[in-house]
């Protein structure tokens, strides 16, 4: 399962944390979260725009 965060501004450890809560608790497995960034062409850096997490078994 795929938890993509874009707009509600919830951080990448909130997800896990949800993941492991609900389905690692029920079903075992894990749960991995990143932050999503668009990359800046002019400056090089990398702009944060939301977070997802992956849960498998």
Aim: net charge negative; hydrophobic share 35%; aromatic share 8%.
């Amino acid at each position: 399962m795929i938890i993509n965060s874009y707009t509600t501004g919830l951080a990448p450890s909130v997800l896990s944390y949800v993941t492991e809560s609900i389905f690692t608790k029920k079903f075992g497995g894990r749960s991995d979260s990143q932050e999503l960034g668009l990359p800046v062409t002019d400056t090089g850096l990398v702009l944060p725009c939301g977070a997802t997490c992956r849960w498998e078994s």
